[in-house]
């Protein structure tokens, strides 16, 4: 069995190659793409084969798949480029005759009213007419995204946002890398979507207080209007939780965006 993990230079990629290996897999077994090989060569050294991968870059996609029994796609972060980068690597992958393509989407992709779900969705659709077998793996929101800012949130007293009263089934990337390496290693997924996220949805109210009783401070969530918010908000890594580019709803009726109704939730 040999697996191809895209983007194992960043968090995610990098987390399902140490959880392959924690589980198991052969080192020789697990090919590590990214761009900048460089930053894989302690992977290297534990007998991971690294090879570069540029979404932007067909030739070098089908250069790194070559020989692999699966590839796992993790979506890129760039939003105007991310549907042709994975047309691109779904091909490549196609090209070099894979048995099974793992992507990474987002929660109810599909039906999710949110600008960064139009590519999600818009890429299932073309994996689902590749003609090879597929997993869709809708991710849901990084709980690193809000962990990220609780310095912000307890330094003003404020979690801003605009999502009303919606819940968010939040998980971390370790939880969505353990979901991917298990698809892997496994068998009987092709064909299948799974919705994943956290156990226990959450509002920002309630991660405001949450951030309180944990802190001692007064800590309150200030449900901004979706263009003042979206103006306000750019984390680093993390895309603004604005209604029209993240799973974050902007008020209850929209919930479903961001949480998971179907499939595995990893906690």
């Not at 490549?92 to 009213?113: C, H, M, Q």
């Not at 310095?151 to 919606?166: R, W």
Request: aromatic fraction near 6%.
């Amino acid at each position: 069995m040999s697996i191809a993990i895209t983007g194992a230079t960043g968090q995610l990629g990098r987390l399902v190659v140490e959880e392959l290996l924690r589980r198991g897999v052969a080192s020789q077994d697990i090919v590590a793409t990214g761009r900048n090989t460089g930053r894989l060569a302690d992977l290297a050294e534990r007998g991971v084969r690294v090879r570069r991968a540029d979404f932007a870059d067909s030739g070098s996609l089908v250069q790194a798949f070559q020989g692999v029994r699966k590839v796992l796609i993790v979506s890129t972060t760039t939003v105007g480029e991310r549907y042709d980068n994975h047309v691109r690597a779904i091909d490549a992958a196609k090209d070099a005759d894979a048995e099974l393509i793992v992507y990474t989407s987002t929660l109810n992709a599909r039906t999710a009213g949110m600008m960064l779900a139009d590519a999600h969705a818009k890429t299932e659709q073309y994996l689902r007419e590749s003609g090879v077998p597929f997993l869709v793996l809708r991710n849901g929101w990084y709980l690193e995204c809000y962990a990220s800012q609780f310095p912000l949130y307890l330094e003003t007293g404020v979690v801003p946002g605009s999502a009303g009263d919606g819940r968010v089934s939040a998980a971390s990337r370790r939880d969505y890398a353990a979901a991917a390496a298990a698809a892997l290693v496994g068998e009987g997924h092709a064909g299948s979507v799974y919705e994943l996220g956290g156990e226990n949805a959450f509002t920002l109210a309630e991660l405001a207080s949450a951030l309180s009783d944990a802190s001692g401070r007064h800590v309150v969530y200030s449900d901004l209007p979706a263009e003042q918010y979206r103006a306000a908000l750019s984390t680093p890594g993390c895309p603004p939780n604005s209604p029209k580019s993240s799973p974050t709803p902007t008020s209850g009726s929209s919930a479903a965006s961001c949480s998971p109704t179907a499939g595995i939730c990893v906690g």
